[in-house]
């Protein structure tokens, strides 16, 4: 597994002056694009649904399918990086960004689009298991501090910037331009990859283990289909249990072939050091609550609320800007504090922040989010920075490599889960509203279509419809608009509030987990 942590790149004469810094440049450009394209795309939801005429589960699997690629192919990316060499496949892995960026601005229809986010996410995982690795064997000494900050940086501006340059660029030009845009930027960091990185490998590292990486690859898409298929169809349907069956087995049959491997892709034996299991907890738990969460709240704030896509992005910068500030802070502190009472009161925030979103009624206005956004932005400032010492910070140096990459892959799976499993939640409590409450007030023929467009938050389309049917067939055309503005946005806010109330309750549990399992005396006093 290619390491982030510097002590675990193999052996390798440290870069030229010149060249470690290009190193760098190429590196962040990188990882900027790939990160940036897990919150850019929340804000073009809304223009993509309409666009593509796509459902609720249309517009999840627009955001699972590039997190699904990422969680089921980075420990593998690392594993033939190290073998085959770290330049070569992030190289490898801009090229196939590329690709998939420029299918997805050309996508005709929602199938395309989300086969191409898969194709990038493939891409993504090759930069993202190779970046820090890269970036250790090019520097040495404090040179390494101010690299590996400013990788942290990257970060940081990619997750703050991302909903303000989306909207900007969908309202001002087009949704396709959220990928388009990753084009220029991916060419440059190739020629620069190509011309002035130089090759590390790890001369000890063996081959990928490919029977672990397709049980864990197709176990995860099937619990994620099932999941977005239980808010389709419900629970009981015969694919949604068949689906969730099989992701349960296969899981299984990963982890046994796991600890039976003598250098398995996940090595068990880590679940041994409660720490390190508080990290997966955390890591799992800031992606299925609050950067899950952040599609619903997209899709009320533009689709409810009518707000354009920039006006939308600007407006997320109370929590967007506020986890970058405290980021900032946090990053110094962990130096400094355990990284417990860093984690732990970030998850409370968050939690307390995610309660105090609850509580939206039809005659809500977007200001009643700030309190809570600033306050959930500060949560996510304090668990971030520390997170990453949680894994690679308890096991010794050749290890770490392993950690960290599990502990990014529990992210993306968190990323994956959370939004398919909130969304299924969202849905059903949607469909079930609008359906009892439009039953014998609008002709039955337009229940189940009213339905499907309110249950993916597109409240003003559904109304706007509904009056043009009205005025078709002789009838009031206002009244009908009223009667489904009123019905869907009072539907869509309960089910939001439902699932904020979740999203907050997870983030509680996941403080608790923290506070219990995250131990200074785990730590390895080398790191």
């Known amino acids: ?61 627009v955001i699972d399918a590039y997190a699904l690629s990422l969680a089921a192919l980075l420990l593998t990316a690392g594993s033939l990086a190290d073998l085959y060499g ?28 989300c086969l191409a986010r898969a194709f990038q996410g493939i891409g993504g995982a090759a930069m993202f298991a190779t970046a820090l690795a890269l970036l250790a064997s090019a520097f040495r000494g404090k040179d390494r501090g101010v690299a590996f900050g400013a990788f942290g940086a990257t970060t940081g501006v990619a997750v703050a910037i991302g909903p303000v340059l989306g909207g900007v660029l969908t309202s001002g030009l087009s949704w396709r331009w959220i990928f388009f845009v990753n084009v220029p930027l991916c060419l440059v960091a190739l020629v620069v990859t190509l011309a002035r990185v130089q090759e590390s490998k790890d001369p000890r590292a063996g081959g990928p283990d490919w029977f672990g990486f397709i049980t864990f690859s197709v176990a995860l898409a099937a619990l994620v289909f099932g999941l977005i298929e239980a808010g389709e169809s419900g629970w009981g349907e015969t694919q949604v249990v068949v689906s969730l069956v099989v992701a349960a087995v296969l899981l299984v049959v990963f982890l046994v072939s796991q600890a039976r491997l003598a250098h398995p892709m996940f090595d068990l034996t880590l679940l041994r050091k409660p720490t390190f299991v508080g990290g997966l907890v955390a890591a799992f738990a800031i992606s299925a609550t609050v950067f899950s969460l952040l599609t619903y709240l997209v899709i009320y704030v533009q ?58 009624d039809a005659d809500s206005a977007w200001t009643h989010l700030i309190a809570g956004m600033v306050i ?33 892959t529990f992210r993306q799976v968190g990323i994956a889960t959370g939004i398919a499993a909130l969304g299924s939640i969202f849905s059903h409590q949607v469909s079930d509203a609008v359906t009892s409450d439009l039953s014998g007030q609008v002709p039955d023929a337009a229940v189940d279509g009213l339905s499907a467009a309110l249950s993916s938050g597109q409240v003003q389309v559904a109304a706007s419809a509904a009056q043009s049917a009205a005025e078709q067939n002789g009838g009031d055309g ?45 730590f390895v006093s080398s790191h």
């Open 478 to 522: 206002s009244a009908a608009y009223d009667l489904v503005l009123n019905v869907g946005t009072t539907a869509v806010v309960d089910a939001l509030n439902h699932i904020l109330l979740i999203g907050s309750v997870g983030a509680a549990v996941a403080a608790v987990a923290v506070l219990f399992l995250v131990r200074q005396r785990d």
């Open 376 to 408: 959930a932005g500060f949560g996510i400032g304090m668990v971030n920075p520390p997170l990453a010492s949680t894994a690679v910070g308890v096991v010794t140096p050749d290890r770490s490599g392993m950690a960290s990459g599990v502990n990014s």
């Open 303 to 360: 689709s409810v609320l009518g707000y354009s896509a920039v006006g939308t992005g600007v407006r997320f910068l109370f929590l967007s800007g506020a986890s970058f500030v405290c980021a900032v802070v946090a990053g110094r502190l962990s130096s400094h504090v355990p990284v417990k009472w860093l984690m732990f009161p970030g998850f409370v925030l968050v939690a307390v922040g995610l309660f105090l979103m609850t509580g939206l």
């Open 86 to 113: 770290r330049r070569r496949v992030f190289a490898i892995g801009l090229v196939l960004f590329t690709v998939g960026s420029l299918a997805c601005g050309f996508a005709t229809d929602v199938l395309f689009l």
């Open 1 to 61: 597994m290619s390491s982030p942590a510097p002590e675990t790149t193999a052996a390798s004469a440290p870069a030229g002056s010149d060249t470690k810094w290009w190193t760098l440049a190429a590196v962040c450009l990188g990882v900027f694009m790939l990160l940036l394209d897990i919150t850019i795309v929340n804000v073009a939801l809304p223009d993509i649904a309409t666009a593509l005429d796509a459902g609720l589960s249309d517009l999840q699997w």
